[in-house]
């Protein structure tokens, strides 16, 4: 059995998700920003998503998540 590919919204929803949890473990320490910034935007380049949504809604969404960080 093989696995079905994501549609475009869940490819966001599951970017929007990681980028979410990456910015709870900068918040704890576990991540410098650059480097937590950097690797969700090579992610987001390496899935296709920058080419799918644009750049500025893949920062929309790094900015969402990270707004309540510290």
Do not use: H, K, N
């Amino acid at each position: 059995m093989s696995a079905r590919a994501l549609t475009p919204d869940e490819l966001v929803e599951f970017f929007a998700l990681r980028a979410w949890l990456r910015a709870y473990l900068f918040d704890c320490g576990d991540y410098e920003m650059i480097e937590a910034v950097d690797g969700l935007q090579s992610f987001a380049e390496r899935i296709g998503l920058v080419d799918m949504i644009g750049q500025d809604e893949v920062q929309a969404i790094l900015a969402d998540a990270f707004a309540e960080a510290t």
